[in-house]
């Protein structure tokens, strides 16, 4: 047998010292924190605006900084990994992210807290794929399946649980404890990944080259671009705004250059070659689309009991329970069959799932509904969530060789949050446009010939058309929420063709 043979059966056989379920806790912990705080500061925009003396609009760059660091330093994973060995860039993460969560916590300005979650953004960026990574490469291939339902849990349910933990520290302590209880759960993932975690002999601290400052510039100023044109553009009534405009042109040359320049790179910062792999190729575009959806619905749920429902931010996420309660039976069914069943069929049904789940939803929601009347629907749409997540991601990364993990595992998490950020723009502009249109058509039936108009005139007198102008209002943004749950569907089944492109990722395809 040739050295080269030995060291390849040798990177297949490598299994880490450690049981590979503590491996899982520690980057599990590590993730959670870092998704937890893309959404649970957002019911406390509010409260930071006013204590710190700024007005809401300005106060929404606490969440828009955060994501814009984290899309910039997100697809280098790969490369800052080989540079500084990927168990020591996971420690430096969970540190700087721990201790940007202390400075927010402490800030006395809005600029100070700002840079603060810039720092934790950049802290943060590296989490999610490194935990990806990490757990592909430390689980034997027929528990890998078990391994991601597990970690797609944490991930789909931090978004969810983050509003309603975020709401009640604000309403019982302070906004400030939504960032200074990260310090005790930083504290003991850094102390498991430190136990637990090891670099695989394939992958030694050094083995990136200098860095590709090139491509690196490239790439953030375009992607750092985007999100706050996806944040800003519908407060900003998008491309009727002249600085959209030029921000669009900028995404568009700095991202084309970017990919021409890194194409010719030998040691690019980001490997774009790993999108000649079929799959891998086809899952970028589900998992984009996914991501809108994902966070699409977890958006506007909460708006939908808040802006119509009059419920308290608490109380609104409560009211998402139902749909993480399907996520987490959905990340058990998957966890369980996967290795039995083919992926592509799993994601095929969690893409029903999600379209039975929205369809339903629209089919159900009315301004008097109770939060009982739609837990069921909610759950059928988180069940095809987690359900189609889990097997994406073998599907996706699946066919990747073990030293192309972190660079496919970058890519695919930077895809699921532009997904999300796109996601989020799609439900707000939804709302505020299809709500307009909606009034329009219903106020052409408020006129003297309509008997229900005649008799609210005859029976309240002038009272009666604040009366009508409110309920007007009302049922135009419920109708505007219907379409939402219609256009999410259409997202889901516009995933379906592109299922067709898989192929099948066979245990030992996935032990390449």
């Known amino acids: 047998m040739s050295t ?5 059966a040798t990177v297949q056989e490598w299994r880490p010292r450690a049981n590979p379920w503590w491996i899982c806790a520690a980057v599990m912990l590590a993730t959670i924190i870092e998704v937890l705080d893309t959404t649970i500061a957002s019911v406390s925009v509010p409260n930071i605006a006013g204590n710190l003396g700024v007005t809401n609009h300005e106060g929404t760059w606490v969440i828009t900084s955060y994501l814009v660091a984290n899309a910039i330093l997100l697809p280098a994973t790969a490369w800052l990994g080989s ?11 969970i540190f700087i992210f721990t201790l940007a969560s202390v400075m927010c916590g402490l800030a006395n300005s809005f600029g100070f807290l700002l840079v603060a979650r810039v720092l934790q953004g950049f802290g943060g960026a590296a989490l999610p794929p490194l935990a990806q990574a990490i757990l592909m490469e430390s689980f034997p291939k027929e528990k890998r399946g ?3 339902a ?4 944490g991930l789909v349910m931090a978004p969810i649980l983050g509003p309603i933990l975020g709401g009640w520290l604000t309403d019982n302590f302070s906004w400030r404890w939504i960032f200074l209880i990260n310090i005790p759960i930083g504290a003991l ?8 975690v090891e670099d695989p002999p394939y992958l030694k601290k050094g083995n990136a080259s200098s860095i590709d400052y090139v491509g690196f510039c490239l790439m953030a100023l375009g992607l750092a671009v985007l999100e706050i044109i996806l944040d800003k553009g519908q407060t900003e009534d998008w491309f009727q705004a002249t600085w959209i405009c030029w921000s669009a042109v900028t995404v568009v ?6 990919v021409i320049w890194e194409l010719r790179q030998k040691h690019p910062v980001v490997d774009l070659r790993v999108f000649r792999d079929r799959n891998f190729f086809s899952g970028q575009i589900i998992t984009f689309l996914l991501g809108a959806i994902m966070y699409g619905a977890i958006t506007v749920i909460p708006l939908f009991f808040q802006t119509l429902m009059g419920y308290t931010a608490y109380l609104s996420g409560v009211a998402q329970l139902s749909l993480g309660l399907g996520m987490f039976l959905g990340s058990m069914v998957v966890g369980v069959l996967m290795g039995k069943v083919d992926g592509r069929l799993f994601l095929l049904a969690g893409l029903l799932l999600i379209c039975a789940g929205c369809g339903w939803i629209a089919a159900t929601i009315n301004p008097g509904i109770g939060m009982e009347h739609i837990a069921l629907p909610f ?27 972190g660079n496919g595992s970058g890519i695919f998490n930077l895809m699921r949050n532009i997904g999300g950020s796109a996601g989020i723009a799609l439900v707000t502009t939804v709302i505020a446009r299809m709500g307009q249109v909606h009034q329009d058509s219903l106020v052409s039936h408020l006129t003297q010939y309509d008997p229900v108009y005649q008799e609210a005139i005859r029976t309240q007198g002038q009272n009666a058309y604040g009366s009508m102008y409110q309920e007007l209002m009302r049922q135009a943004m419920m109708l505007s929420y219907i379409d939402v749950f219609i256009w999410i569907a259409i997202l889901a089944a516009c995933c379906m063709p592109f299922v067709l492109l898989f192929r099948k990722v066979s245990g030992a395809v996935m032990a390449h």
């Open 4 to 8: 080269e043979q030995v060291s390849s």
């Open 83 to 93: 540079f500084f060995g990927r168990k020591r860039l996971l420690l430096i993460c």
């Open 146 to 148: 078990m391994a991601m």
């Open 150 to 153: 597990v970690y797609i849990t």
């Open 189 to 196: 993932a850094l102390f498991m990944a430190n136990v637990f």
């Open 253 to 258: 040359v700095s991202l084309t250059s970017f």
């Open 379 to 405: 759950c059928v749409l988180g069940m095809g969530i987690c359900v189609a997540f889990v097997p994406l991601t073998t599907l996706a990364l699946g066919m990747l060789r073990n030293e192309d993990m």
